[in-house]
């Protein structure tokens, strides 16, 4: 693997969103506000869990994701969950371990599987496109490189 941490996430070659950006826009992102149901301070530890997987800190963004996991009633807790474990995939994939990161990968698919596309204001469905494509080339032992490394965007349409 040639994937470099730096500061705790991947470097992405300029890849990378500011958390100031990132901030501003879901202020002004209705949707966001619209479909997500978690109280005021999940919302916060979900915009920055956000913030972190985007700027490459994988770990970090897991981290903060599962203590939003631990208090989610189902469905959205199996799609929370899903994400969590594509955001430790791709930590996975930063320490060079190619097995957890597709079985991570894989795990994750699974439980986004009946998630609509924009649920929790994020493009769910991109986000399940890059991942299949990551579970597809390391079955066939390609290395995609940290500049197909997935970032979570807003939106995503309805089904």
Not at 24 to 31: D, N
């Amino acid at each position: 693997m040639n994937a470099s941490i730096n500061g705790g996430g991947l470097a992405a070659g300029g890849m990378s969103h500011s958390g100031k950006m990132l901030s501003e826009h879901f202020r002004s992102h209705a949707s966001f506000r619209a479909t997500v149901i978690m109280i005021p301070e999940h919302q916060a530890r979900f915009r920055r869990g956000i913030e972190q997987f985007n700027n490459r800190h994988f770990f970090e963004a897991h981290e903060t994701w599962e203590e939003i996991w631990l208090a989610t009633p189902e469905p959205d807790r199996a799609y929370l969950q899903g994400i969590i474990q594509i955001a430790a995939a791709f930590h996975h994939y930063g320490r060079g371990n190619v097995k957890g990161t597709r079985s991570l990968l894989e795990a994750g698919l699974r439980r986004l599987e009946r998630c609509s596309k924009g649920h929790f204001g994020i493009s769910i469905e991109a986000l399940r496109e890059v991942a299949r494509e990551w579970v597809a080339a390391l079955a066939e032992g390609r290395d995609l490189g940290i500049a197909r490394l997935p970032e979570i965007g807003y939106g995503g349409g309805k089904d």
